[in-house]
T-cell receptor
Framework: EPEVTQTPSHQVTQMGQEVILRCVPI?????FYWYRQILGQKVEFLVS????????KSEIFDDQFSVERPDGSNFTLKIRSTKLEDSAMYFC???????????FGDGTRLSIL | RKEVEQDPGPFNVPEGATVAFNCTYS??????FFWYRQDCRKEPKLLMS???SGNEDGRFTAQLNRASQYISLLIRDSKLSDSATYLC??????????FGAGTRLFVKA
Protein backbone atom coordinates (compact mmCIF):
# COMPACT_ATOMS: atom_id res chain seq x y z
CA GLU A 1 0.00 0.00 0.00
CA PRO A 2 1.42 3.42 -0.93
CA GLU A 3 2.43 5.55 2.00
CA VAL A 4 3.54 9.02 2.96
CA THR A 5 7.18 9.10 4.04
CA GLN A 6 8.82 11.72 6.23
CA THR A 7 12.44 12.48 6.98
CA PRO A 8 14.16 12.77 9.33
CA SER A 9 12.34 10.79 12.00
CA HIS A 10 13.95 12.92 14.70
CA GLN A 11 15.56 16.36 14.38
CA VAL A 12 17.40 18.09 17.21
CA THR A 13 18.20 21.75 16.63
CA GLN A 14 19.44 24.73 18.58
CA MET A 15 16.96 27.54 19.17
CA GLY A 16 17.18 30.16 16.45
CA GLN A 17 18.33 27.73 13.78
CA GLU A 18 16.42 26.94 10.62
CA VAL A 19 14.99 23.48 10.05
CA ILE A 20 13.53 21.82 7.00
CA LEU A 21 11.23 18.86 7.40
CA ARG A 22 10.73 16.68 4.39
CA CYS A 23 7.82 14.66 3.13
CA VAL A 24 7.12 12.50 0.11
CA PRO A 25 3.36 12.34 -0.35
CA ILE A 26 1.56 9.48 -2.07
CA UNK A 27 2.34 9.87 -5.76
CA UNK A 28 -1.11 10.44 -7.24
CA UNK A 29 -2.32 12.72 -4.44
CA UNK A 30 -2.89 16.39 -5.14
CA UNK A 31 -3.57 17.82 -1.68
CA PHE A 32 -0.83 18.14 0.91
CA TYR A 33 -0.93 19.11 4.54
CA TRP A 34 1.26 19.76 7.56
CA TYR A 35 0.12 19.27 11.13
CA ARG A 36 1.87 19.49 14.44
CA GLN A 37 1.22 17.74 17.73
CA ILE A 38 2.83 19.04 20.88
CA LEU A 39 3.41 16.20 23.36
CA GLY A 40 0.19 15.35 25.15
CA GLN A 41 -1.89 17.75 23.06
CA LYS A 42 -4.15 17.52 20.05
CA VAL A 43 -3.21 17.33 16.39
CA GLU A 44 -3.23 20.90 15.05
CA PHE A 45 -3.68 21.90 11.42
CA LEU A 46 -0.88 24.10 10.11
CA VAL A 47 -1.29 24.43 6.37
CA SER A 48 -2.74 22.88 3.24
CA UNK A 49 -1.21 23.06 -0.21
CA UNK A 50 -2.83 22.49 -3.56
CA UNK A 51 -1.94 23.36 -7.12
CA UNK A 52 1.47 24.65 -6.04
CA UNK A 53 0.19 27.16 -3.59
CA UNK A 54 -1.03 27.44 -0.02
CA UNK A 55 -4.78 26.92 0.03
CA UNK A 56 -5.35 27.50 3.73
CA LYS A 57 -3.29 28.09 6.85
CA SER A 58 -3.93 28.35 10.56
CA GLU A 59 -2.99 31.08 13.02
CA ILE A 60 -0.01 28.95 14.04
CA PHE A 61 1.46 29.16 10.56
CA ASP A 62 3.07 32.58 10.89
CA ASP A 63 5.92 34.20 8.97
CA GLN A 64 8.42 31.81 10.53
CA PHE A 65 6.88 28.95 8.56
CA SER A 66 6.95 28.24 4.85
CA VAL A 67 6.15 25.30 2.63
CA GLU A 68 7.43 24.31 -0.72
CA ARG A 69 7.06 21.62 -3.31
CA PRO A 70 10.45 21.97 -4.96
CA ASP A 71 9.98 19.08 -7.38
CA GLY A 72 7.33 16.58 -8.35
CA SER A 73 7.71 14.44 -5.26
CA ASN A 74 8.90 16.34 -2.18
CA PHE A 75 6.87 18.60 0.06
CA THR A 76 8.82 20.53 2.68
CA LEU A 77 8.09 22.55 5.77
CA LYS A 78 10.66 25.16 6.78
CA ILE A 79 10.81 26.86 10.13
CA ARG A 80 13.05 29.86 9.77
CA SER A 81 14.16 30.64 13.31
CA THR A 82 13.08 27.94 15.68
CA LYS A 83 11.76 28.59 19.16
CA LEU A 84 11.53 26.26 22.14
CA GLU A 85 7.77 26.05 21.67
CA ASP A 86 8.24 24.64 18.16
CA SER A 87 9.21 21.35 19.77
CA ALA A 88 6.56 18.90 18.63
CA MET A 89 5.77 16.04 16.32
CA TYR A 90 5.19 17.27 12.79
CA PHE A 91 3.00 15.18 10.54
CA CYS A 92 2.70 15.44 6.78
CA UNK A 93 -0.47 14.15 5.11
CA UNK A 94 -1.77 13.86 1.59
CA UNK A 95 -5.11 13.20 -0.06
CA UNK A 96 -6.54 12.83 -3.53
CA UNK A 97 -9.52 15.06 -2.84
CA UNK A 98 -10.16 17.82 -0.33
CA UNK A 99 -13.18 15.93 1.07
CA UNK A 100 -11.50 12.55 1.28
CA UNK A 101 -9.55 11.19 4.23
CA UNK A 102 -5.91 12.07 4.47
CA UNK A 103 -3.05 9.65 4.77
CA PHE A 104 -0.43 10.55 7.33
CA GLY A 105 3.28 10.01 7.40
CA ASP A 106 4.81 8.67 10.60
CA GLY A 107 6.04 12.09 11.61
CA THR A 108 9.21 13.99 12.44
CA ARG A 109 9.92 14.62 16.09
CA LEU A 110 11.44 18.10 16.34
CA SER A 111 13.31 18.92 19.52
CA ILE A 112 14.51 22.50 20.01
CA LEU A 113 17.24 23.00 22.60
CA ARG B 1 -16.74 26.52 22.40
CA LYS B 2 -14.10 24.20 20.93
CA GLU B 3 -14.46 23.50 17.22
CA VAL B 4 -14.44 19.74 17.75
CA GLU B 5 -15.06 18.46 21.23
CA GLN B 6 -14.56 14.97 22.63
CA ASP B 7 -14.73 13.40 26.05
CA PRO B 8 -11.06 12.75 26.82
CA GLY B 9 -11.84 9.62 28.86
CA PRO B 10 -10.11 7.38 29.62
CA PHE B 11 -12.59 4.65 28.98
CA ASN B 12 -11.54 1.43 30.68
CA VAL B 13 -13.45 -1.57 29.37
CA PRO B 14 -13.03 -5.35 29.49
CA GLU B 15 -12.43 -7.38 26.36
CA GLY B 16 -15.66 -8.11 24.57
CA ALA B 17 -17.41 -4.98 25.79
CA THR B 18 -19.23 -2.49 23.61
CA VAL B 19 -18.07 1.09 23.95
CA ALA B 20 -19.33 4.31 22.39
CA PHE B 21 -17.59 7.63 21.86
CA ASN B 22 -19.24 10.91 21.06
CA CYS B 23 -17.98 14.03 19.39
CA THR B 24 -19.59 17.41 18.76
CA TYR B 25 -18.56 20.02 16.25
CA SER B 26 -19.37 23.71 16.29
CA UNK B 27 -19.23 24.65 12.62
CA UNK B 28 -22.53 23.79 10.97
CA UNK B 29 -20.84 24.16 7.57
CA UNK B 30 -18.67 21.11 8.23
CA UNK B 31 -18.93 18.69 5.37
CA UNK B 32 -16.56 15.79 5.92
CA PHE B 33 -16.19 13.71 9.04
CA PHE B 34 -13.80 10.96 10.00
CA TRP B 35 -12.64 8.85 12.87
CA TYR B 36 -8.93 8.22 13.21
CA ARG B 37 -7.08 6.19 15.79
CA GLN B 38 -3.73 7.17 17.18
CA ASP B 39 -1.41 4.91 19.09
CA CYS B 40 1.04 6.43 21.54
CA ARG B 41 3.59 8.62 19.73
CA LYS B 42 2.43 7.39 16.32
CA GLU B 43 0.68 9.02 13.41
CA PRO B 44 -3.13 9.20 13.14
CA LYS B 45 -4.52 6.33 11.07
CA LEU B 46 -7.87 6.47 9.37
CA LEU B 47 -10.43 4.24 11.02
CA MET B 48 -13.45 5.21 8.97
CA SER B 49 -15.23 8.01 7.21
CA UNK B 50 -18.60 9.06 8.62
CA UNK B 51 -21.56 9.37 6.30
CA UNK B 52 -24.94 10.95 6.87
CA SER B 53 -26.68 7.59 6.57
CA GLY B 54 -24.36 6.01 9.11
CA ASN B 55 -21.87 3.33 8.20
CA GLU B 56 -20.42 0.17 9.56
CA ASP B 57 -17.07 -1.53 9.11
CA GLY B 58 -16.85 -4.83 10.93
CA ARG B 59 -17.06 -4.14 14.65
CA PHE B 60 -17.11 -0.37 14.14
CA THR B 61 -20.19 1.76 13.48
CA ALA B 62 -20.16 5.49 12.87
CA GLN B 63 -23.15 7.81 12.99
CA LEU B 64 -23.61 11.45 12.04
CA ASN B 65 -26.38 13.69 13.31
CA ARG B 66 -26.17 16.97 11.43
CA ALA B 67 -29.07 18.57 13.28
CA SER B 68 -27.31 18.10 16.62
CA GLN B 69 -23.80 18.47 15.12
CA TYR B 70 -22.81 15.21 16.68
CA ILE B 71 -20.75 12.21 15.55
CA SER B 72 -20.48 8.88 17.29
CA LEU B 73 -18.34 5.77 17.09
CA LEU B 74 -19.45 2.43 18.45
CA ILE B 75 -17.00 -0.42 18.96
CA ARG B 76 -18.45 -3.85 19.54
CA ASP B 77 -16.64 -6.86 20.98
CA SER B 78 -13.62 -4.79 22.06
CA LYS B 79 -10.18 -6.31 21.56
CA LEU B 80 -6.98 -5.56 23.44
CA SER B 81 -5.64 -4.14 20.18
CA ASP B 82 -8.41 -1.51 20.16
CA SER B 83 -6.58 0.29 22.99
CA ALA B 84 -5.66 3.67 21.50
CA THR B 85 -6.77 7.28 21.31
CA TYR B 86 -9.71 7.86 18.97
CA LEU B 87 -9.71 11.18 17.14
CA CYS B 88 -12.81 12.78 15.74
CA UNK B 89 -12.23 14.95 12.68
CA UNK B 90 -14.48 17.53 11.04
CA UNK B 91 -13.68 19.49 7.92
CA UNK B 92 -15.57 22.75 7.54
CA UNK B 93 -15.15 22.66 3.80
CA UNK B 94 -12.21 24.07 1.97
CA UNK B 95 -8.89 22.66 3.01
CA UNK B 96 -8.82 22.99 6.76
CA UNK B 97 -9.16 19.91 8.94
CA UNK B 98 -10.03 20.12 12.62
CA PHE B 99 -9.11 17.35 15.01
CA GLY B 100 -10.66 16.77 18.37
CA ALA B 101 -8.33 16.21 21.28
CA GLY B 102 -9.16 12.51 21.30
CA THR B 103 -10.77 9.93 23.56
CA ARG B 104 -8.47 7.47 25.25
CA LEU B 105 -9.58 3.80 25.32
CA PHE B 106 -8.02 1.05 27.39
CA VAL B 107 -9.27 -2.48 26.78
CA LYS B 108 -8.21 -4.90 29.48
CA ALA B 109 -8.12 -8.67 29.56
Amino acid sequence: EPEVTQTPSHQVTQMGQEVILRCVPISNHLYFYWYRQILGQKVEFLVSFYNNEISEKSEIFDDQFSVERPDGSNFTLKIRSTKLEDSAMYFCASGDNSNQPQHFGDGTRLSIL
Amino acid sequence: RKEVEQDPGPFNVPEGATVAFNCTYSNSASQSFFWYRQDCRKEPKLLMSVYSSGNEDGRFTAQLNRASQYISLLIRDSKLSDSATYLCVASPGGFKTIFGAGTRLFVKA
